[in-house]
DNA sequence: TTTGTTTCGGGACGATCGTTCAGGTACTTT
DNA sequence: AAAGTACCTGAACGATCGTCCCGAAACAAA
């Protein structure tokens, strides 16, 4: 079993990854809404019947974006929990501090993966891969309070998404006294 | 100063608000990705350039739905807080009967509200009233305790977002320990 | 009735859309 | 070398889009 020598194949992995990340930057920019096969080539800086070949319809291209933003979310968050567990910390500040550039500096981010997940609302296919994030935190966290964690998730969610319609975003100082009513123990 | 005796614009006020909620029945059914003025046209059943005529543009559209359905939730909110209210109840069991209905029957006018929000998110002039609930949520409540109601209020927004992507729509059952946890004072 | 205002709606314009197709290129296998 | 496979891409098709124009109709004020 070979890997990866054929170098078609991997030219074409490679500029998958090209498109895939720009239709990351499109829907940062300009939301869901704003991808087509053409604005997402023209990012991409590839022809247009690129998009069409690698990815059969636009949905496809959705999912594989959703798909590749929930990975590299998990890993993200996996890296955050490692951070905070070797200072030893409950995690408040971390999270307080993660959600604080979740609404600030990476606010389009934050609101493209908002859109995704809303989207796998309405497309079943899409549903795994937008839980998976879900599943990562649930795997890594010790869930003694199973019911407390579950109130945790969904208070990071609503937290970052009325973040989202604050006319300036929230700091981690105005965030910091809500996550740590959200973590502490009862 | 006279109120509402011109039969024309009453005539378009009708329709104004007719095309209203058939843009929002375009928006459940198929997605904010979905308002066109041509399908919005055929869902009022009237002609297309009554939509441009009484709306300038797509965004206007929008902009006025949200505001339309901003105004809905919060009276529907306003009476069910009554209703707990005469209960006599601390509200945990409505508040979850209430989730389990959004998630449930009105799932799709409830992606329709949080498609809405999060467009609010993009285009600045929405803000205002998609805070709007918010801000009738936080006005009739007493909050003895600042930070546990902002917890309270994330923690809805997200069991309803995180309902959303789940195959089939959790019962009050599975959602009042949540809720319970949620609302417990400490 | 005449004049002015507001709503209505058929038709069309240019732009952009998703997708297809056919020919060409790069690489691997036989 | 020949055949096979995978990727690339310019051109184009039909459909749909937002929006505009302009005359007709309904209604109010004179």
Redesign the interface.
Known sequence: MKLQVDGRKARGDKRRAEIIEATLRVIERD???GVTHRIVAAEAGVPTTSTTYHFSSLDDLLIATLISCARDMATEVYWMIDRARSRGSRGAEEVAGLLSEALGPRRGRT?AE??L??L???K?EL?PA??RW?DVLTSMVRHDDE??F??F???????L??G????EPPSAEELR??VD??M?P?
């Open positions: 939301g869901v809404a609101m908002y859109e997940y809303l796998a609302a309405r079943p549903r937008a839980r879900l019911v407390a579950r109130v998730l969904a208070g990071i969610d609503g937290l998404i009325q989202l319609i604050d006319d006294p809500v009513y959200l502490k009862r």
